[in-house]
């Protein structure tokens, strides 16, 4: 069973920095596109950024400066390092995995979800 389990959101002021991680039991983990969104109350999940499989990243541009993507194949873990927090950074940031993503944006594109992790920025 695929399973995508998300740590490191928290409460932080504005201007302040998090790390969130997310560790994926899959096979060839390697192949996949991975990718973190975060919904916020009331709004659609979007797309935050995303580390192609031939090691590109992705970014919003609302996060473009301040977030960085990574991942660690051999621990299959995914990696956002977020500096510079606004409050309008607050949501639940999810971590997806997709095999054959045709457009980095769409949720739909993605076959396996974690829970989430909350962050809350205030200013």
């Known amino acids: 069973q695929v399973q995508l389990v998300e740590s490191g959101g928290g409460s932080v002021q504005a201007g302040g920095t998090l790390r969130l991680s997310c560790v994926a039991s899959l096979n060839s983990y390697s192949r996949y596109y991975m990718a973190w969104f975060r919904q916020a109350p009331g709004k659609e999940r979007v797309v935050v950024a995303v580390?192609?499989?031939?090691?590109?990243?992705y970014y919003s541009d609302s996060v473009k400066g301040r977030f960085t993507i990574s991942k660690d194949n051999a621990k299959k873990t995914l990696f956002l390092q977020m500096n510079n927090l606004k409050p309008e950074d607050t949501a639940m940031y999810y971590c997806?995995?997709?095999?054959?993503?045709?457009?980095?944006?769409?949720?739909?594109?993605?076959?396996?979800w974690g829970q989430g992790t909350q962050v809350t920025v205030s200013s």
């Open positions: 580390f192609d499989p031939d090691g590109r990243p």
């Open positions: 997806a995995a997709g095999l054959y993503v045709a457009d980095r944006t769409l949720p739909s594109e993605f076959n396996y």
